[in-house]
């Protein structure tokens, strides 16, 4: 079921200069799959520790509980694809141009790491109080980066949006999805996906293609 490992989510890799242990890494690879095959609240932190090749106590000299894990895996990869999204909306063109290549990198992003997509996105309601609301704080900012890219392009008279928080939600759902439904049987490659998204989401903006 692995597709993006998750080290790839941080910046520090392994051995680097302020990197995690590597046992850090496998719990947080084996935290993801277990999550992702069994849902959060279905899997143990053995599951967790085996998937990782070590042993139950082991897991708690790197985090105190199987919560600590899916925050710390939900907050990174929100905070990843925020960055994402803000390199996209930053880049040089015009909102229609920037617009196409933020979907379809955002597209690509959940495609190649649709079991990290799978449980950052669709385990939210496990999260400890105090870590969703960081959560939530990373996604209200990836969609107002939407909104505010949309409104740019309304402004230039590239898009025709009735009500742009509703678009931008729209815009956000339909790469989030992929991560659900995208497998390595799907037809199209990750990056197929992201042209063809792209032409959608500007076609649903009402741009002229």
Known sequence: ??????????????????????????????????????????????????????????????????????????????AATLALVRAAAARDGDAAD??????????????RGRTVGRVVNYELHALPEDAYAVVAALRLDIEREVTTLIEEGVGAGLFVVPEVRTAARAVTSLGIDVSRWYTDRSSETPEELGRRYGELVLRMLGARL
Do not use: N
């Open 98 to 111: 920037r617009m196409r290549r933020l979907v379809e990198e955002f597209t690509v992003w959940h495609a």
């Open 1 to 78: 079921m692995t597709s993006t490992p998750i080290a790839d989510l941080w910046p520090a890799r392994p051995g680097g200069a302020d990197a995690r242990p590597e046992a850090a890494y496998r719990l947080l690879q084996a935290a993801v799959e277990s999550f992702a095959e069994r849902g959060f609240h279905a899997t143990t932190t053995r599951d967790i520790a085996t998937g990782a090749g070590m042993s139950p106590a082991a897991l708690y000299i790197h985090y105190p509980s199987k919560a600590a894990l899916l925050a710390e895996i939900s907050r990174t990869g929100h």
